[in-house]
């Protein structure tokens, strides 16, 4: 499966509007289980995770932020990816302010499929164009036909 | 032209180059004036972003060629070599430690 059909229209915020790094992991939580129901039951659970996880080191740069974590007992990917017009001190090691979040949980194995998705989204999100048209798209499925369009060949 | 030093790493940590090492990778290099690239199976990434460095997707066993230029190279190839092997297993044992989950 391609990687950017993990992602469906529920698992898409146009419009982060949260003020603080926790509101937004939380809000990417939300999307993340309205998109994947199996894991409400480990919703708060996953944004702790993804709390602590980022209180290590921050995966911002260049205006991307990728939050993951594995998870025991979850035997498949879940994304949620979210655009925040002003941008949010993420604690980028750039600097920069990050406007385009990519959450990610995944299982506690399958180290070698994780590594190529994080690859594949870092390379995504590298693209020069990435934040700024991830900042215009006008709906979900511009979100979601980026994904797909600016991924390397 | 400036002189390129070049040094070698080989990945040991079992789950490759994720995230949590990418961090300290660009830490580190950005601790150098030295303009640092790093280079594995034919992709190379500047070592001051974290994007770059994880689009690398560098498994176990992967062997990264560090390659540096500027005032500083010899420090910086030094530094990054034994952060790149040594930050590995850290972090590994770090998680363990904890009992946290980690990507």
Same mark, same amino acid.
């Given at each position: 499966?391609?990687?950017?059909?993990?992602?469906?229209?529920?698992? $898409?915020?146009?419009?982060?509007?949260?003020?603080?790094?926790?509101? +937004?992991?939380?809000? %990417?939580?939300?999307?993340?289980?309205? &998109?994947?129901?199996?894991?409400?039951?480990?919703?708060?659970? +996953?944004?702790? &995770?993804? @709390?602590?996880?980022? &209180?290590?080191?921050?995966?911002?740069?260049?205006? $991307?932020? @990728?939050?993951?974590?594995?998870?025991?007992?979850?035997?498949?990917?879940?994304?949620?990816?979210?655009?925040?017009?002003?941008?949010?001190?993420?604690?980028? %090691?750039?600097?920069?302010?990050?406007? $385009?979040? $990519?959450?990610?949980?995944?299982?506690?194995?399958? #180290?070698?499929?994780?590594?190529?998705?994080?690859?594949?989204?870092?390379?995504?999100?590298?693209?020069?164009?990435?934040?700024?048209?991830?900042?215009?798209?006008?709906?979900?499925?511009?979100? %979601?036909?980026?994904? #797909?369009?600016?991924?390397?060949? | 032209?400036?002189?390129?030093?070049?040094?070698?790493?080989?990945? *040991?940590?079992?789950?490759? /180059?994720?995230?949590?090492?990418?961090?300290? /990778?660009?830490?580190?290099?950005?601790?150098?004036?030295?303009? !640092?690239?790093?280079?594995?199976?034919?992709?190379?990434?500047?070592?001051?972003? /974290?994007?770059?460095?994880?689009?690398?997707?560098?498994?176990?066993?992967?062997? !990264? =060629?560090?390659? *540096?230029?500027? =005032?500083?190279?010899?420090?910086?190839?030094?530094?990054?070599?034994?952060?790149?092997?040594? *930050? =590995?297993?850290?972090?590994?044992?770090?998680?363990?430690?904890?009992?946290?989950?980690?990507?």
């Amino acid at each position: 499966m391609p990687h950017a059909a993990l992602f469906s229209e529920h698992s $898409v915020l146009l419009d982060l509007q949260a003020d603080d790094s926790e509101s +937004i992991l939380a809000s %990417l939580v939300e999307a993340m289980v309205t &998109a994947k129901p199996e894991l409400v039951s480990r919703q708060d659970e +996953i944004v702790q &995770a993804l @709390i602590a996880r980022e &209180a290590e080191g921050s995966t911002g740069s260049q205006g $991307v932020g @990728i939050p993951h974590v594995k998870l025991e007992g979850n035997d498949s990917v879940a994304v949620a990816i979210g655009v925040h017009q002003e941008g949010l001190d993420f604690a980028a %090691l750039d600097g920069e302010p990050v406007h $385009v979040f $990519v959450a990610i949980v995944r299982p506690a194995d399958q #180290t070698d499929e994780h590594l190529q998705l994080m690859r594949w989204i870092a390379s995504v999100a590298q693209h020069q164009d990435f934040v700024s048209f991830a900042r215009q798209a006008k709906d979900v499925q511009q979100i %979601l036909d980026l994904l #797909t369009e600016l991924a390397p060949a | 032209m400036e002189d390129t030093v070049v040094g070698t790493a080989v990945v *040991a940590n079992p789950h490759g /180059i994720h995230a949590r090492p990418s961090h300290a /990778i660009v830490s580190t290099a950005c601790e150098y004036q030295a303009r !640092i690239e790093l280079r594995c199976d034919g992709r190379v990434a500047d070592a001051r972003s /974290i994007l770059a460095v994880m689009t690398l997707g560098a498994g176990e066993g992967t062997s !990264i =060629e560090v390659a *540096a230029s500027g =005032e500083d190279a010899v420090q910086a190839v030094e530094h990054l070599v034994r952060v790149l092997q040594a *930050a =590995e297993g850290d972090a590994g044992k770090e998680a363990q430690n904890r009992g946290e989950s980690h990507a």
